[in-house]
């Protein structure tokens, strides 16, 4: 039996690791990982198939940037013949990036059966592109892995038989209880210029974008950046960098800056990068792990970040209107403060003061998430589970 994952953002790699590891113990199961070059930056892709311990892509598409529809496109026209002659029995796909949907809509048109990991999750906002990846994701795969119950309700409500959904819990987390060991203070070193860096060693020595020892180990805001909604606009990127310095001048801020971020950072001529409001390049996953446990608050916009503040019981600021997510808010630490930039302010004044919001881990986030799929994989393959 044949299974082929799919990866091509940041995000997919952290979920695909532990299911390719679980997978690996099954008997009989041949495993091909392609990998559609959407992030394709040494720090935003290689790196993770280092500290993660990913097989090298047997196929790497080198699809690269562009538009919505050029990116969705460009994926689907590689991929085709990829999988046309790999001939899978089943195709796993992760998240809900681009490269998620644009290689379940090959997949269902050739009639290959497609599972999705991270099934079920919704923002309810269309305007969100990931909204519309998971959404027909979802309508397209024959196994759906949800992390939390909402996700069943979710596609409950979707008309999607609840024969092939299963609620296996956060492979995210699985991925986080694994390396949380590694991301010690150690990793953090090369993070001040006085380890090998966490590109390769030509970033060995002091830059401009190594972190001051003091930054690392005294209170700080650990942030991240990127969604369209934010950053896209530059009256709301302005008014939230402005924000992030006055909050510097209590916390310091430390943010490694996506480069669609960076991007959009450019002209708009703002008070950034100074001794208070730090910005570095993306790093590594033990190295911002390790930045993650340490940190007084989180600010976001990211999905994954929201989960894994709420296991490490970190407090989390999400800067959206809603969230994919509201397991993390409901019972774990995080909180959406939308656009509201005061509304920012009051809660890491808050978290400051000692009154911020407590929180629990949510059930099934155990470290167990791809056993179960890989048991309910083994089952399907060998028809054991219904087929729809
Ligand atoms: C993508 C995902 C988003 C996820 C994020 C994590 C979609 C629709 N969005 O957003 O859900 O949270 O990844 O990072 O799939 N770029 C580089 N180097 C890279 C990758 C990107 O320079 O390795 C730049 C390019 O200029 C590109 C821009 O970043 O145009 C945005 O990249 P893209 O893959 O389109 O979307 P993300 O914003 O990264």
Redesign the pocket.
């Known amino acids: 039996m044949h299974i082929l994952h799919v990866v ?4 997919n790699f952290m979920k695909a690791a532990p299911v390719i590891s679980a997978l690996e113990q099954r008997n009989g199961l041949r495993q091909t990982l392609v990998h559609t070059g ?4 040494a ?3 290689d790196i993770f198939f280092d500290q993660l311990g990913i097989p090298k892509p047997d196929f790497n598409l080198e699809v ?3 538009t ?1 529809a050029q ?1 969705t496109a460009q994926i689907m026209s590689c991929f085709e013949p990829v999988v046309l002659e790999q001939k899978p029995d089943l195709v796993l796909v992760y ?6 949907v644009a290689t379940a809509l090959v997949c269902t048109k050739l009639g290959i059966p497609i599972g999705h990991v991270e099934a079920g999750l919704r923002s309810y906002d269309r305007k969100m ?2 909204e519309i ?1 998971r959404l027909l994701t979802d309508q397209m795969a024959d196994l759906l892995f949800t992390p939390s119950i909402d996700g069943n309700e979710n596609l409950g409500r979707e008309g999607i038989d609840a024969k092939k959904v299963h609620l296996v819990g956060n492979v995210m987390i699985d991925t986080l209880m694994r390396l949380l060991p590694k991301a010690n203070d150690e990793v953090l070193k090369e993070l001040t210029g006085n380890g090998p860096g966490p590109t390769g060693p030509t970033q060995n020595q002091a830059t401009e974008d190594t972190l001051p020892h003091q930054l690392i180990h005294g209170p700080y805001a650990l942030v991240t950046l ?3 909604s934010n950053v896209d606009d530059p009256a709301m990127l302005r008014s939230i960098i402005v924000t992030l310095n006055e909050i510097s001048q209590k916390l310091p801020v430390i943010l490694p800056i ?3 971020t960076r ?1 959009r950072l450019q002209g708009l001529n703002l008070p950034i990068d100074n001794a208070h409001l730090k910005l570095i390049e993306p790093i590594g996953y033990l190295q911002f792990l390790a930045l993650q446990r340490r940190a007084k608050i989180v600010i976001t916009d ?3 970040i929201q989960e894994e503040t709420t296991y490490l019981g970190v407090p989390c600021l999400t800067v959206r209107e809603n969230t994919e997510r509201p397991v993390t808010t409901v019972i774990g630490t995080n909180i959406l403060v939308g656009q509201d930039m005061k509304k920012l302010k009051d809660e890491v004044n808050l978290i400051l003061s000692g009154t911020g919001k407590k929180g629990t881990i949510p059930p099934l986030w155990d470290g167990k998430a791809s056993e179960r799929i890989a048991v309910v994989v083994e089952k399907w393959l060998n028809n054991k589970v219904d087929r729809l």
Do not use: L
């Open positions: 091509g953002a940041r995000p959407q992030h394709y930056n720090n935003m892709s690269g940037s562009g919505h990116q998240g809900d990036v681009n490269s998620t592109p990931e990846n990127h969604r369209p996506h480069p669609r991007q990211s999905g994954g």
